[in-house]
Protein backbone atom coordinates (compact mmCIF):
# COMPACT_ATOMS: atom_id res chain seq x y z
CA UNK A 1 0.00 0.00 0.00
CA UNK A 2 1.27 3.14 -0.36
CA UNK A 3 1.70 4.88 2.37
CA UNK A 4 0.59 8.88 3.21
CA UNK A 5 2.88 10.93 6.20
CA UNK A 6 1.73 14.23 6.77
CA UNK A 7 3.55 17.10 8.65
CA UNK A 8 3.06 18.83 11.04
CA UNK A 9 0.09 16.44 13.51
CA UNK A 10 -0.86 20.43 14.37
CA UNK A 11 -0.39 23.67 13.34
CA UNK A 12 -1.88 26.99 14.97
CA UNK A 13 -2.32 29.97 13.22
CA UNK A 14 -2.60 34.04 13.55
CA UNK A 15 -5.51 34.88 11.41
CA UNK A 16 -4.16 36.63 8.24
CA UNK A 17 -1.04 34.16 8.49
CA UNK A 18 -0.03 31.71 6.47
CA UNK A 19 0.75 27.79 7.13
CA UNK A 20 1.84 25.13 5.09
CA UNK A 21 1.05 21.51 5.21
CA UNK A 22 3.31 18.76 4.24
CA UNK A 23 2.65 15.46 2.89
CA UNK A 24 5.06 12.38 1.52
CA UNK A 25 3.79 9.52 -0.41
CA UNK A 26 5.89 6.24 0.07
CA UNK A 27 6.12 5.78 -3.99
CA UNK A 28 6.24 8.28 -6.47
CA UNK A 29 2.19 9.40 -7.52
CA UNK A 30 3.08 11.03 -10.72
CA UNK A 31 1.76 8.63 -13.63
CA UNK A 32 3.27 7.91 -16.81
CA UNK A 33 0.33 10.08 -18.00
CA UNK A 34 1.81 13.13 -17.01
CA UNK A 35 -0.70 13.66 -13.77
CA UNK A 36 -0.04 13.85 -10.06
CA UNK A 37 -2.93 11.66 -8.64
CA UNK A 38 -2.56 13.28 -4.85
CA UNK A 39 -5.50 15.03 -3.02
CA UNK A 40 -5.66 17.40 -0.09
CA UNK A 41 -9.07 17.51 1.68
CA UNK A 42 -10.34 19.26 4.44
CA UNK A 43 -12.41 17.99 7.53
CA UNK A 44 -14.38 20.94 9.51
CA UNK A 45 -15.25 20.01 12.71
CA UNK A 46 -18.50 17.51 12.88
CA UNK A 47 -18.50 17.59 9.17
CA UNK A 48 -17.44 15.34 5.60
CA UNK A 49 -14.40 15.79 4.25
CA UNK A 50 -14.24 18.17 1.23
CA UNK A 51 -12.18 18.34 -1.93
CA UNK A 52 -9.75 21.39 -1.83
CA UNK A 53 -6.72 20.48 -4.04
CA UNK A 54 -7.19 17.96 -7.20
CA UNK A 55 -3.75 16.37 -9.21
CA UNK A 56 -1.84 18.33 -6.95
CA UNK A 57 -2.01 21.80 -7.65
CA UNK A 58 -5.80 22.02 -9.42
CA UNK A 59 -8.48 24.26 -7.10
CA UNK A 60 -11.49 22.29 -6.24
CA UNK A 61 -15.19 24.33 -7.30
CA UNK A 62 -16.03 26.86 -4.79
CA UNK A 63 -12.29 26.71 -2.43
CA UNK A 64 -10.98 30.13 -2.43
CA UNK A 65 -7.64 30.96 -3.86
CA UNK A 66 -6.49 31.49 -0.58
CA UNK A 67 -5.69 27.59 -1.18
CA UNK A 68 -2.61 26.07 -3.16
CA UNK A 69 -0.85 22.91 -3.89
CA UNK A 70 2.20 22.12 -5.23
CA UNK A 71 4.99 19.32 -5.30
CA UNK A 72 7.17 16.84 -7.13
CA UNK A 73 6.81 13.15 -7.34
CA UNK A 74 6.51 11.92 -3.63
CA UNK A 75 6.72 14.98 -1.81
CA UNK A 76 3.72 17.40 -1.34
CA UNK A 77 2.77 20.95 0.04
CA UNK A 78 -0.52 22.43 0.63
CA UNK A 79 -0.30 26.43 1.64
CA UNK A 80 -2.90 28.61 2.97
CA UNK A 81 -2.39 32.22 2.44
CA UNK A 82 -4.19 34.64 4.88
CA UNK A 83 -5.81 31.60 7.47
CA UNK A 84 -9.16 32.54 8.38
CA UNK A 85 -11.38 31.08 11.00
CA UNK A 86 -13.11 29.36 8.56
CA UNK A 87 -10.49 27.08 7.94
CA UNK A 88 -10.08 25.07 11.09
CA UNK A 89 -10.21 21.82 11.08
CA UNK A 90 -8.22 18.79 10.10
CA UNK A 91 -6.59 18.66 6.47
CA UNK A 92 -5.74 14.99 4.67
CA UNK A 93 -3.88 14.53 1.76
CA UNK A 94 -4.91 11.56 -0.36
CA UNK A 95 -3.35 9.32 -2.95
CA UNK A 96 -5.52 7.95 -6.05
CA UNK A 97 -3.27 6.23 -7.91
CA UNK A 98 -3.43 2.51 -7.26
CA UNK A 99 -5.38 0.67 -4.95
CA UNK A 100 -6.27 0.77 -2.01
CA UNK A 101 -6.50 4.59 -2.27
CA UNK A 102 -4.87 5.95 1.03
CA UNK A 103 -5.25 8.98 2.59
CA UNK A 104 -2.56 10.72 5.57
CA UNK A 105 -3.37 10.61 8.57
CA UNK A 106 -4.11 14.46 9.00
CA UNK A 107 -3.27 17.98 10.13
CA UNK A 108 -4.99 19.77 12.42
CA UNK A 109 -4.98 23.35 12.18
CA UNK A 110 -5.96 25.68 14.75
CA UNK A 111 -6.54 29.42 15.05
CA UNK A 112 -4.35 31.25 17.50
CA UNK B 1 -27.03 19.99 -6.11
CA UNK B 2 -25.54 17.06 -5.44
CA UNK B 3 -26.82 15.41 -2.32
CA UNK B 4 -25.89 11.60 -0.84
CA UNK B 5 -27.89 10.43 2.01
CA UNK B 6 -26.42 7.39 3.78
CA UNK B 7 -28.92 5.29 6.10
CA UNK B 8 -29.33 1.68 7.87
CA UNK B 9 -25.81 2.10 10.02
CA UNK B 10 -26.80 1.20 14.01
CA UNK B 11 -25.72 -1.39 16.52
CA UNK B 12 -25.25 -4.44 15.59
CA UNK B 13 -23.10 -7.78 17.17
CA UNK B 14 -19.62 -8.73 16.57
CA UNK B 15 -19.84 -11.83 13.72
CA UNK B 16 -23.36 -9.73 12.49
CA UNK B 17 -24.43 -8.00 8.87
CA UNK B 18 -25.48 -4.84 8.21
CA UNK B 19 -26.40 -3.10 5.18
CA UNK B 20 -26.18 0.46 4.43
CA UNK B 21 -27.91 2.78 1.50
CA UNK B 22 -26.83 5.51 -0.64
CA UNK B 23 -29.46 7.79 -1.96
CA UNK B 24 -28.12 10.15 -4.75
CA UNK B 25 -29.32 12.56 -6.53
CA UNK B 26 -28.64 16.08 -8.20
CA UNK B 27 -26.59 14.05 -10.66
CA UNK B 28 -26.73 11.50 -12.94
CA UNK B 29 -25.64 8.88 -10.83
CA UNK B 30 -25.76 6.07 -13.58
CA UNK B 31 -22.35 7.94 -15.35
CA UNK B 32 -20.48 8.10 -12.21
CA UNK B 33 -17.88 5.81 -10.02
CA UNK B 34 -19.08 5.61 -6.74
CA UNK B 35 -17.53 4.66 -3.15
CA UNK B 36 -17.42 3.62 0.53
CA UNK B 37 -15.53 5.38 2.61
CA UNK B 38 -15.34 5.13 6.50
CA UNK B 39 -14.03 7.04 9.22
CA UNK B 40 -12.77 5.46 12.83
CA UNK B 41 -13.40 8.06 15.58
CA UNK B 42 -10.06 10.41 15.72
CA UNK B 43 -8.68 8.52 12.81
CA UNK B 44 -7.97 9.34 9.28
CA UNK B 45 -10.60 8.02 6.45
CA UNK B 46 -10.05 4.96 5.10
CA UNK B 47 -11.01 4.09 1.56
CA UNK B 48 -13.26 0.53 1.56
CA UNK B 49 -14.23 -0.01 -2.17
CA UNK B 50 -15.62 1.58 -5.10
CA UNK B 51 -18.31 0.32 -8.51
CA UNK B 52 -17.71 1.37 -11.88
CA UNK B 53 -20.36 2.68 -13.95
CA UNK B 54 -21.98 0.65 -16.60
CA UNK B 55 -19.91 1.47 -19.21
CA UNK B 56 -17.47 -0.18 -17.42
CA UNK B 57 -19.30 -3.16 -16.32
CA UNK B 58 -20.32 -2.39 -13.06
CA UNK B 59 -16.60 -3.90 -11.54
CA UNK B 60 -15.62 -3.23 -8.26
CA UNK B 61 -11.79 -2.77 -6.10
CA UNK B 62 -11.94 -3.49 -2.37
CA UNK B 63 -9.73 -2.57 0.20
CA UNK B 64 -8.20 -5.73 1.27
CA UNK B 65 -9.12 -4.84 4.74
CA UNK B 66 -12.59 -5.47 4.29
CA UNK B 67 -12.36 -7.93 0.61
CA UNK B 68 -14.42 -10.97 1.39
CA UNK B 69 -16.86 -9.48 4.07
CA UNK B 70 -18.17 -6.52 2.42
CA UNK B 71 -19.88 -6.25 -0.86
CA UNK B 72 -21.08 -2.97 -2.68
CA UNK B 73 -23.83 -2.66 -5.42
CA UNK B 74 -25.45 -0.22 -7.11
CA UNK B 75 -29.18 0.14 -8.91
CA UNK B 76 -29.04 3.13 -11.29
CA UNK B 77 -32.82 3.03 -11.19
CA UNK B 78 -33.12 3.96 -8.15
CA UNK B 79 -30.19 5.71 -7.83
CA UNK B 80 -29.06 4.26 -4.33
CA UNK B 81 -25.28 2.82 -3.67
CA UNK B 82 -24.94 0.12 -1.51
CA UNK B 83 -22.26 -1.82 1.15
CA UNK B 84 -23.44 -4.86 2.63
CA UNK B 85 -21.29 -5.95 5.59
CA UNK B 86 -21.29 -9.57 6.92
CA UNK B 87 -19.12 -10.78 9.80
CA UNK B 88 -18.74 -7.72 11.46
CA UNK B 89 -15.72 -6.79 14.17
CA UNK B 90 -15.32 -4.33 16.55
CA UNK B 91 -12.36 -2.39 14.44
CA UNK B 92 -15.28 -1.86 12.05
CA UNK B 93 -17.09 0.71 14.29
CA UNK B 94 -17.07 4.14 12.51
CA UNK B 95 -19.04 6.52 10.55
CA UNK B 96 -19.61 5.60 7.01
CA UNK B 97 -19.52 7.61 4.13
CA UNK B 98 -20.62 7.30 0.34
CA UNK B 99 -18.53 9.20 -1.79
CA UNK B 100 -19.35 10.20 -5.87
CA UNK B 101 -16.49 10.21 -8.22
CA UNK B 102 -15.35 12.99 -10.40
CA UNK B 103 -14.65 12.25 -13.77
CA UNK B 104 -11.04 12.92 -13.26
CA UNK B 105 -11.91 9.71 -10.46
CA UNK B 106 -11.08 11.77 -7.39
CA UNK B 107 -13.94 11.94 -5.21
CA UNK B 108 -16.39 15.09 -5.54
CA UNK B 109 -18.87 14.98 -3.36
CA UNK B 110 -19.34 13.37 -0.29
CA UNK B 111 -22.34 12.00 2.16
CA UNK B 112 -22.68 13.60 5.48
CA UNK B 113 -22.20 9.73 6.75
CA UNK B 114 -23.84 7.14 9.07
CA UNK B 115 -23.00 5.19 11.89
CA UNK B 116 -21.89 1.68 12.16
CA UNK B 117 -21.06 0.28 15.90
CA UNK B 118 -20.39 -2.71 16.42
CA UNK B 119 -20.18 -4.57 19.85
CA UNK B 120 -21.93 -7.35 22.29
Redesign the interface.
Given at each position: DIVMTQAPLSVSVTPGESASISCRSSKSLLHSNGIT?V?W?LQKPGK????LI??MSNL?SGVPDRFSGSGSETDFTLKISRVEAEDVGIY?C?Q?LE????????TKLEIK | EVKLLESGGGLVQPGGSLRLSCAASGFTFADFYMSWIRQSPGKAPEWLSFIRNKANSYTTEYNPSVKGRFTISRDDTQNVLYLQMNTLRAEDTAIYYCAKHSDGGYFDYWGQGVMVTVSS
Open positions: YYYSPQLYRAYGLNPLTFGSG | -
